[in-house]
Antibody, heavy 119, light 107 residues
């Protein structure tokens, strides 16, 4: 059974770094691209970036300068790190699996990690 | 970036009725269009991709149509579990972009 679960800090202070872990089961990270998508009150659903099955990454230029996506295949985990957080980054962050490598359609999603950026 | 517009943010219908949800792209995206459903407390669910291909497990009462810039998700004979939020997403080019969503509620 395919499962994805995001875990994050809940509350982050402005200017700090956000770290979220996506733990997956039921499939191998070496076989699928993994996407990160967020949903904010101001901009709705936004694609952030992905890590390919081979480990390379691609980012939305909107976030490129402050976003990093990585993984640990031995632990079945994908990581999102974003620095210089602002209040506008408040929202829900989702990891999702690509239907097929490079298809950019997401066939499995986590429940999301809610993040509030506030002092 | 390709802008995806779902002109109807809210739609009310009764079980048994048929509804159509529209999505318009700011440029031609061929058929690189997916539809997702979101229900409270549940993960997003992929319903349709390539404009009209049903994802495994999607009931046959759902159908997708369109190509180029205009797309439609149709749900025939609404069931109670169909109520929720529906989003379109283009994957013709990066950055991938989503519509703002249409909330389907019980009348």
């Amino acid at each position: 059974q395919v499962q994805l679960k995001e875990t994050g800090p809940g509350l982050v202070q402005p200017t700090q770094t956000l770290s979220i872990t996506c733990t997956v089961s039921g499939f191998s990270l070496t076989s699928y691209y993994m996407q990160w998508v967020r949903q904010t009150p101001g901009k709705g659903l936004e694609w952030m970036g992905f890590i390919r099955s081979g480990g390379s990454t691609e980012y939305n230029s909107e976030f490129k300068s402050r976003l990093s996506i990585s993984r640990d295949t031995s632990k079945n985990q994908v990581f999102l790190k974003m620095n210089s957080l602002k209040t506008e980054d408040t929202g829900v962050y989702y990891c999702a699996r690509d239907l097929l490598r490079g298809y950019y359609v997401m066939d499995a999603w986590g429940q999301g990690a809610s993040v509030t950026v506030s002092s | 970036d390709v802008q995806m517009t779902q002109s109807l943010s809210y739609l009310a219908a009764s079980p048994g009725e048929s509804v159509s949800i529209s999505c318009k792209a700011s440029k031609s995206i061929s058929n690189y269009l997916a539809w997702y459903q979101q229900k409270p407390g549940e993960a997003y669910k992929l319903l349709i991709y390539s404009g009209s291909t049903l994802q495994s497990g999607t009931p046959s009462r759902f159908s997708g149509s369109g190509s180029g810039t205009d797309f439609t998700l149709t749900i025939r004979s609404l069931e109670p579990e169909d109520f929720g939020l529906y989003y379109c997403q283009q994957y013709y080019e990066k950055p991938l972009t989503f519509g703002s969503g249409t909330k389907l509620e019980i009348k």
